[in-house]
């Protein structure tokens, strides 16, 4: 009898032990803003705003500006927000890490006029030579980050036909950038190209951009938009499990207009159209926590988006993304103060 006691505590414990193996477990949920870069230097600290919400993390992005079917990635002129240069960053994340606030730095390649997911070249010089350029554009910043131990790196954001093209550059660079910086390292996927990204397994985490177009109602219900996202859960928890890391959601946001829950970047046209909506934004925030937050393999996210002392909008602040001084501010609040 003692025997089969001892044999079953000893199939418990190693039953236990191959489930910590296999599972990835997020202890605390990434609660962070994306920090617009500010056009020039602080006059009061920007900490303390986002203090008020509750939030534990803040998402730096010093942009990079490329032209279609051009090479090179232009980076760091004084025509830049100070924000966006590398003093500028220095400056937010010692701010950041003395306010107790981690930091992931999110380089980002601009395009005029068009976007970098349809980004292609059609023959392999032009590709050696875009990868070059890139490659010192994300490599300045990484370096930054490891001087100033930033807590994650992403190399990447939404490169979907690149990421799909290039897998041996983008190894390559991934590669070149563990031996030096020690954080955690993460791409930033499109919402409808995660599936196609083959480097997934030398990374730290499966990011997205989690624009999904849910419904073009105005104003729906927590209870609809989560009932929306039903479909959606079940696959991201399934690419959690086969890629065994967990999901981070490296944008996602709403603006505070009507039907905020659908094409982002097709409404975002239209803005000018139609009217404030704050509780549809409040909705669609509420919804998606409601969705994700309790979930181990969910690690969290980077909201869309935040004006540091009221800086960097573009002059339509009451129907953008960030929930600054409207009723979303309430939801974000709560949530990110729930652990």
């Given at each position: 009898m003692n025997r089969i006691l001892v044999f079953v505590f000893l199939l418990s414990i190693s039953l236990i032990s191959h489930a910590q193996k296999s599972t990835h477990t997020v202890v605390q949920k990434i609660d962070g803003l994306t920090m617009v870069a500010p056009p020039r230097p602080f006059n009061s600290d920007p900490m303390l705003e986002i203090a008020e919400v509750n939030a534990g993390w803040i998402a730096l992005v010093p942009f990079g500006f490329t032209r279609s079917g051009e090479t090179d990635v232009k980076f760091g002129s004084d025509r830049q927000w100070w924000?966006?240069?590398?003093?500028?960053?220095?400056?937010?994340?010692?701010?950041?890490?003395?306010?107790?606030?981690?930091?992931?730095i999110k380089p980002q390649v601009y395009m005029h006029n068009d976007w970098v997911g349809h980004m292609d070249f059609?023959?392999?010089?032009?590709?050696?030579?875009?990868?070059?350029?890139?490659r010192n554009y994300i490599i300045t910043f990484a370096k930054l980050a490891a001087d100033h131990k930033a807590e994650i790196f992403c190399v990447g954001?939404?490169?979907?036909?690149?990421?799909?093209?290039?897998?041996?550059?983008?190894?390559?660079?991934?590669?070149?950038?563990?031996?030096?910086?020690?954080g955690e390292i993460t791409y930033s996927s499109n919402w409808d190209g995660?599936?196609?990204v083959?480097?997934?397994?030398?990374?730290?985490?499966?990011?997205?951009?989690a624009y999904f177009p849910l419904t073009n109602d105005k104003t729906p219900s927590v209870d609809d938009l989560?009932?929306?996202?039903?479909?959606?859960?079940?696959?991201?928890k399934k690419l959690s499990r086969r890629e065994g890391k967990p999901?981070?959601?490296?944008?996602?946001?709403?603006?505070?207009?009507?039907?905020?829950?659908?094409?982002?970047?097709?409404?975002?046209?239209?803005?000018?159209?139609?009217?404030?909506?704050?509780?549809a934004q409040a909705n669609a925030l509420e919804a998606l926590y409601s969705v994700f937050w309790e979930e181990s393999w969910w690690a969290g996210g980077f909201m869309w988006k935040w004006f540091p002392n009221g800086m960097g909008h573009e002059g339509y602040f009451d129907k953008d993304y960030t929930p600054q001084g409207k009723l979303a501010a309430k939801t974000v609040a709560k949530w990110f103060g729930s652990e």
């Open positions: 924000g966006e240069r590398t003093e500028g960053v220095e400056d937010c994340i010692q701010r950041a890490h003395k306010a107790g606030v981690k930091v992931m059609d023959t392999e010089k032009k590709w050696k030579k875009w990868e070059d350029s890139y954001t939404e490169f979907k036909l690149a990421a799909k093209k290039r897998e041996t550059f983008w190894r390559s660079l991934i590669k070149e950038i563990r031996t030096f910086y020690k995660y599936q196609t083959p480097f997934w397994d030398d990374l730290d985490y499966v990011g997205l951009s989560i009932k929306k996202w039903r479909d959606t859960k079940k696959t991201l999901i981070l959601f490296t944008e996602y946001g709403y603006m505070s207009i009507d039907k905020c829950a659908w094409r982002a970047w097709e409404i975002e046209k239209e803005r000018h159209k139609l009217p404030i909506n704050e509780q």
